[in-house]
């Protein structure tokens, strides 16, 4: 691979914490080849601009980037279509675009870092176009199927459960229950870990249908045992309903997105009496500073990735499995997002602590 | 004072971080003069039921206190009137369930840690009842007006700037306006203080008319300086408003109470054309562990009230003025509530640093 | 396993964060099968003792210590040996007294947590006598050979992070050399990670023999690129040594423990005219508030242990492998402790960063 | 002041938290003026020397220094002499060189940012060469004698209370007494504050002779009480000494700087019985990210230091005074540096809360 003497790096998708982290990883280890990195702004959509917005980036530049959250790249959750139709009735195919930037910067391979959806549409148009991909995960949902951990995971994980720890403190004093919503589009990791980590009461995640009476009645059974408050955890995903059981993923586009929370306290009012308050955690789960293991994790996935250019393995995605680096073929993506498994030992740690999970 | 044996202590409004480690000064001081400390739940309430819900506190039972979040007695928000209407017609005089209390638990005195509201309201009935009183002032507004630093204020502080430096990065990224709405009914300092120090670039207070378009137009002037992201930040008590100027503490009771962060969203959105996100911190911002300074400050308050009761110094409170505990009269809190002055330096501050306070 | 009535559960060797959470996991899924659990006060030392050291633990005891740092039943490092020479010149075989403190409890089998060394100790001995054994790794060393991860490794990672962070400020801030000495007594799993999360310069471990010269070296390229300050992070295990190459852990007996630090201070002040600062970091990487990762994987392993106590799977351990938890042989741990394994990913991840690992 | 057209601005002495904070405002505060501000590296040493160290500093470039520890700016504590004996038996004088350093640059005015001793060389030096001066304080022992609270003092007091809290799960775990050794070299408000905050026993200040015996009454108080542990706070400028009451401030330069952690393990494990361990916590007490609090002193000090150039108060200083930033003298500062106080109210609240002071 001799050849290579400029990639391109880029973040699509939601921002989480540790992107930076593996920016500056793919660009101290592309020095060590002698390598230039060009880091792409917004995306793709960053690369198909005219002229395409990027800058260079030297381990000087990237030095101090290792502790800062989000991307300073930019990124973008959904870009225009590849076959983008114009006001005079043509399409413009902006894969000539992305062929065009990519010339026009030298890039000789593309290193994205993405979630499973971002990586397989990036794998999608370079392999189109023929541009040597290789693929970093992330996702603060840890919902990419071939990897044990992605990036941002950990820091989402870290601050839910914060979140729950000073809830408990409130809910103790007031006699409430405490609900908070976080995020999780398809998969109830955060919740899941957050909710055992933070001594959560409930957690409710999109893959276990729950009903609301099984919800209310673990309540009012630490109501008789003397504990007047509860602390509740729940996904976005999870779907308000007028039925007493809900598939969420399938239903996810009917229900009534970031508001489960609010639905939840209402009900839980009604059925214990008990004074509830939502807190609906939002962007704040993203965006901080990464937590140690997602900047060890965001390093040895960006200077593997730059490994792997190197060996000329593109179309292949690095992976976090058993503690070390692996990667595996992009197709192996191709399945659907890892949700929480039935039998995940989580769930049955959750109902050894006596937490209900919505069919308690 | 040697007649003194046993004084009770309470905690009296909405929780915040720091109580417990004011009981247990009280609780620690009150056993070096060799007397007993009830520890009263709920407040006034568990008082005046009967029996009167109490504990004895002792300092091995609290020495771990210091750092627990919220209070261990429980508080309740709004009790029951004093003149209590029975549904037989007859008014019930719950100031007799309160003296019956108090004599039940032979208590001498009471210490009451509370905001302003719960300050007045336990020294008029300890006053009409003949029970001597001090008090501590506690709220994360830091309103109480005879005291420099209220107990929970700079734990609030803290967690709403650790959240502004979490959105500033996913802000970045995604070329947002974030918003965060924090505490602070009645007067804006979690908000200025949070807002200097987590670097927003909008700080909306109610002490401080603010015009929408004059938001939009800093907003929109970053942008015209290439920052595409801007972080508001906005006390809850800010009022929405079809008017250009709104004053806020006046139209309190009108304005949709939490509503504030979603509906600068909206305009600014209109009037930007940036994507907007909201979060709302919600109860998270009280139930912290208490800050290092929360805890010094609970510590010396709690202390000093028990000095007070030995010196027979009643109907007092105490307060931190230039780094010390000082007592003054409890009459010098019937004026209103702190809001920010409109000469405080921290006005200055934000000004200096370019922040928008909504009229700029 | 209907007999099981009541099983003992202890700690033993030095205190992690997380302990706590396994503890109180175990009682809560005991509680679930119907039996009672006894906490043993100071590991196996407290059941010789007559009477034996221990409590009754019931789920409302243990709720609140999820986010306890230490160890609330107490630990010791060394207990006295089981054939102990008594003053009359006769042998104590304490045996007898670990047979008789389980009779006088009442158990019928033990859960306990700890290290390599200590659940090695303990097996045996409950081998000898009978005594059916679960046990549960912990470490902040993440030495145990059989899982991935261990209770206390996560947070001592983070607080080592934490204080390479801060000394990053203030090294850059007076062109200094600063050294951080961590806990690892047998293997530099800490040093690596925190050194990689943390953004040292040079991390040394006692896998990888040093040669001081080469650090030295290091320090110097980095102050003729135009860059003052380097930060160090080391093994409190790493040797000092007259020569040149030091293979440390077999020479841990000889090396002056705790003192690499201040002999990495002299070295490098002398080799590259550095001002040079230590920091050992000590105790403080055992006592935090236990990680959200810590506390999920603490209740993962303790209602698993109840689940193989439930079972009747003996002198088994409860290991965390790919995100679940699986239960192998005690045997497997009979291997030494696990080091870094020269193929370590993230011994890739440090050199790719440009991090001088000693042998640089 | 029309005639100022560039600042300059330097840090000085030791870095703390919160230095950054202060240059960011001062040079937003400068822009609103249309001034420029030049930063100065290494404070009066990089503008002696030639050419002057310094670069432009605009608000673009410090508008992210607001949570940055340390100072970007550099600084050393020690300078050379301005009368500076050179190899040909010469004399130097600096004061020249400081002056060709300010017309170099073209400044017409320096804000230093400085502890005590800083600010009044600095001052001296400024006075003498008649330019403009005002000065900003920072130290993280807070005994700047005429500001309430200085840059630095309250995240020092963070980590040194993180510290404790960490200290206390591990000290009770294994029954020990855990001495933390803190910054202090002249005052002991940061032992004080942080070891009420973080629930010391024992807390050891240079203002306040000791007597080791009464430590070891205390300790052995508590074992008889059956707490087996203790925590310790020190500070470092507390003396050993053979003699049983120790003035520390005077004998300064004769204790053993940094040996008086180690001097009471050793005297108090002799006299308890108890293992002992010793933390010096060092340097990472002065580079955390800077406490909102910090950050809010830091960049309300920045913008009134412009304020004073601005309207041609100079040889002033900016201090904090019941929550309100009042600029005084610089003469104010000549008397000697704040130490705690006889009659400071957290000593009262410490000997209240029944920590031993070294006298009890």
Redesign the interface.
Known sequence: MGEVKRIGVL?SG??C?G?NAAIR?VV??A??YGWEVMGIHHGTEGLMRQPPEAKLLV?DKV?QW???????L????RGLPLDLPLDDGTIRDRRLDFIAGCRELGLSAIIGIGGDGSLKILHGLTDQVGMPFVGIPKTIDNDVAIT??SIGF?TA???A?E?L???????????RV?ILEVMGRDAGHIAL??G????AHVILIPEIPYQIDLVSKAILARQAAGKAFSVVIVSEAVCTSGGDIITQTQAFGECRLGGIGQYLAQELTRATGAET????????Q????P???D??LA??F???A??LVARGEFSRVVTW?????VSVPIEAITASCRTVDPE???L??AR???ICLGDC
């Open positions: 973040t939601g921002d914490a992107l990883a101290m280890q020095a060590n381990p030095e290792l502790t800062l959250g989000g991307t300073l930019g990124t973008i959750n044990e951990q950990d994980v870290n601050i459960t979140a720890d000073r809830l408990h403190f409130t809910a103790a004093s007031h006699d405490m870990h957050a055992i980590a933070g001594g308050r939502v807190t609906v955690l939002g962007h704040v993203r965006g901080g500073v937590s140690p293991l900047r060890v390093s040895a960006g200077v593997e730059v490994n499995q058993q503690r070390q680096v995940d030992t989580l049955k740690t050894g602590l006596g």
